[in-house]
């Protein structure tokens, strides 16, 4: 009862609505949506991650492979030397990634190569490549867009990886790779 200039009036209020499923309803609605970004983000984090760790693997062993010097090491002729070289640069490329079933690195493919170019930017006769797990070939990595860099000798390191994510109801495959291309710092010889 509440009192206005002396006159007593009785306020009657409507009861109030009874809501109290509309949050649970909103909350139903609202999650699946949630739920995707969520995982979406976690995917792509992890998808970031590991392209990180490709790169960064690519770069320590195209850098190790610029100084180690291909003329100290053991071998008949240059090709020996070279294919011996190659075999320390893929040792050196598996042990950065952490080895092809790491689940934060790994690879599926990985190239390993010393390349010689002459002044068109052709590879000559002394570039040699060596894909994991195979042996010594001549020419540079065959998956790369890299460009030639002509009158030089470099070091090129490819690694790819297909990577599988899942993010509630869907699960993409996505390519990650990286290509490292470091010129030679020592002389052939």
């Known amino acids: 009862m509440t009192s206005r200039e002396g006159v007593g009036t009785v306020r009657r209020f409507r009861p109030a609505r009874r809501d109290e499923g509309a949050a649970a309803v909103e909350f139903a609605l609202l999650f699946p949506i949630f739920m995707i970004l969520a995982m979406g983000t976690i995917t792509a984090g992890m998808a970031f991650s590991r392209q990180i760790n490709l790169t960064q693997a690519a770069r320590e062993a195209s850098r190790y492979g610029a100084t180690l010097d291909i003329s100290a090491l053991a071998g008949a002729d240059q090709t020996a030397r070279t294919d011996t070289w190659l075999g320390l640069l893929d040792t050196a490329a598996v042990t950065a990634v952490g080895g092809a079933t790491n689940p934060v690195g790994g690879y599926d493919q990985l190239c390993v190569a010393l390349v010689v170019t002459d002044?068109?930017?052709?590879?000559?006769?002394?570039?040699?490549?060596?894909?994991?797990?195979?042996?010594?070939?001549?020419?540079?990595?065959?998956?790369?867009?890299?460009?030639?860099?002509?009158?030089?000798?470099?070091?090129?390191?490819?690694?790819?990886?297909?990577?599988?994510?899942?993010?509630?109801?869907?699960?993409?495959?996505?390519?990650?790779?990286?290509?490292?291309?470091?010129?030679?710092?020592?002389?052939?010889?």
Do not use: W
């Open 119 to 189: 002044g068109a930017g052709l590879a000559t006769t002394g570039s040699r490549h060596l894909d994991h797990g195979g042996s010594a070939t001549s020419g540079a990595c065959t998956d790369t867009k890299t460009a030639a860099i002509p009158n030089t000798k470099y070091v090129q390191v490819v690694m790819l990886r297909n990577v599988k994510f899942f993010a509630l109801f869907i699960s993409p495959t996505i390519h990650v790779d990286a290509v490292s291309v470091t010129p030679y710092e020592r002389v052939l010889g």
